[in-house]
């Protein structure tokens, strides 16, 4: 889940220092951009189509925001004194975990009509909310452990989807395919569940961790760690077929997918010099090339991408700040 993400990048920054060689990998073309220049930290950025949302601190508080790339508009989206992080978004509506009545809810605004509504009462957490078309799931408390549930924007009707007493959590969304982190083999699998059918699988055999997953399509990509360090994997539901997308000794992890194209963090360039360095880097699945996204020393964290537009924080300025690299024409590929 995203507030699992933070941990894991923030433990991930502090062992750069031991990561793995070096290797060079040919430059994405392209426009970088820094969206936002206020002062404060911004954080998890998630974009859909031109518009991108984050977390962000600028009020003393946590608030949401959005920007609208074509318009280069910027919206604050909610105002309340309390804490509401971890947006997503697809098209008009946006979510996210809200704790204004002492427990963590999950909340939505639907941009065409600017009404704000309470998904989830129940008094226990619900967290990590993502959303595809008119469906949203999240991570849910309420059992004394932590299970995926589902809510349907369009009917008002609340779903249950796992039932397992040990923990599943992190889901991600995208037509009828819910994917997860599922704790019930004693270590991190991936699962899946489709709506249609009902059916509960297991996505991953390998008996290490794999974690942080993302579905685009019948593509679902995560961060493994079956080869004694962190890298990416992807599985296509359609052929059943898994790829190791990374094999550069160093860490790569937090991947995200939009057709063709997936994206991570990663740490090959740390020189032992000065911790961190994080960059983002990029798979094109169309071609089979890697290419490297940033190039600045601090680091650059949480990636989205839709399309052609890539979104991360970035901490070059001694604060956390919304960045975007549209991908030019030499970089385009079909979805």
Same mark, same amino acid.
């Given at each position: 889940?995203?507030?699992?993400?933070?941990?894991?990048?923030?433990?991930?920054?502090?062992?750069?220092?031991?990561?793995?060689?070096?290797?060079?990998?040919?430059?994405?073309?392209?426009?970088?951009?820094?969206? %936002?220049?206020?002062?404060?930290?911004?954080?998890?950025?998630?974009?859909?189509?031109?518009?991108? !949302?984050?977390?962000?601190?600028?009020? %003393?508080?946590?608030?949401?925001?959005?920007?609208?790339?074509?318009? %280069?508009?910027? /919206?604050?989206?909610?105002?309340?004194?309390?804490?509401?992080?971890?947006?997503?978004?697809?098209?008009?509506?946006?979510?996210? @975990?809200?704790? +204004?009545?002492?427990?963590?809810?999950?909340?939505?605004?639907?941009?065409?009509?600017?009404?704000?509504?309470?998904?989830? /009462?129940?008094?226990?957490?619900?967290?990590?909310?993502?959303?595809? @078309?008119?469906?949203? !799931?999240?991570?849910?408390?309420?059992?004394?452990?932590?299970? #995926?549930?589902?809510?349907?924007?369009?009917?008002?009707?609340?779903?249950?989807?796992?039932?397992?007493?040990?923990?599943?959590?992190?889901?991600?969304?995208?037509?009828?395919?819910? #994917?997860?982190?599922?704790?019930?083999?004693?270590?991190? =699998?991936?699962?899946?569940?489709?709506?249609?059918?009902?059916? $509960?699988?297991?996505?991953?055999?390998? @008996?290490?961790?794999?974690?942080?997953?993302?579905?685009?399509?019948? +593509?679902?990509?995560?961060?493994?760690?079956?080869?004694?360090?962190?890298?990416?994997? *992807?599985?296509?539901?359609? =052929? &059943?077929? %898994? *790829?190791? !997308?990374?094999?550069?000794?160093?860490?790569?992890?937090?991947?995200?997918?939009?057709?063709?194209?997936?994206?991570?963090?990663?740490?090959?360039?740390?020189?032992?010099?000065?911790?961190?360095?994080?960059?983002?880097?990029?798979?094109?699945?169309?071609?089979? $090339?890697?290419?490297?996204?940033? #190039?600045?020393?601090?680091?650059? !964290?949480?990636?989205?991408?839709? &399309?052609? =537009?890539? #979104?991360?924080?970035?901490?070059?300025?001694?604060?956390?700040?919304?960045?975007?690299? @549209?991908?030019?024409? $030499?970089?385009?590929?079909?979805?």
């Amino acid at each position: 889940m995203k507030l699992r993400k933070s941990t894991i990048i923030s433990f991930l920054i502090g062992l750069s220092l031991i990561s793995m060689g070096t290797a060079a990998a040919n430059m994405a073309e392209g426009i970088e951009k820094q969206i %936002e220049s206020n002062g404060t930290g911004q954080w998890y950025p998630a974009i859909h189509e031109d518009r991108i !949302v984050w977390t962000d601190t600028r009020n %003393e508080t946590f608030d949401i925001y959005m920007y609208n790339l074509s318009s %280069e508009e910027e /919206v604050q989206i909610t105002s309340t004194p309390f804490i509401q992080m971890t947006p997503d978004i697809y098209e008009d509506i946006i979510v996210w @975990e809200d704790n +204004r009545n002492g427990d963590w809810d999950i909340y939505m605004y639907d941009l065409s009509s600017e009404l704000e509504m309470q998904i989830t /009462v129940h008094p226990a957490d619900q967290r990590n909310p993502v959303i595809y @078309e008119d469906r949203i !799931v999240w991570t849910d408390m309420r059992n004394s452990n932590m299970d #995926v549930y589902m809510y349907n924007v369009t009917t008002g009707e609340e779903t249950q989807i796992t039932t397992n007493e040990a923990d599943q959590w992190y889901p991600v969304i995208h037509g009828d395919t819910i #994917v997860w982190e599922d704790a019930r083999n004693g270590s991190s =699998s991936i699962y899946t569940y489709n709506i249609s059918s009902g059916e $509960e699988s297991k996505l991953t055999q390998n @008996e290490s961790e794999q974690y942080l997953p993302a579905i685009d399509g019948d +593509r679902v990509v995560w961060t493994d760690y079956r080869n004694f360090n962190q890298d990416i994997y *992807m599985y296509n539901l359609s =052929s &059943g077929e %898994e *790829m190791q !997308v990374t094999t550069n000794g160093s860490w790569q992890v937090d991947p995200a997918i939009s057709g063709n194209r997936i994206v991570w963090i990663d740490d090959r360039n740390q020189d032992g010099d000065m911790p961190g360095n994080w960059d983002i880097y990029m798979h094109d699945l169309s071609t089979g $090339e890697e290419l490297q996204v940033t #190039v600045n020393v601090s680091n650059q !964290v949480y990636p989205d991408i839709y &399309g052609d =537009s890539i #979104v991360w924080t970035d901490m070059r300025n001694e604060e956390a700040i919304i960045y975007t690299f @549209e991908l030019s024409a $030499e970089d385009l590929s079909e979805a």
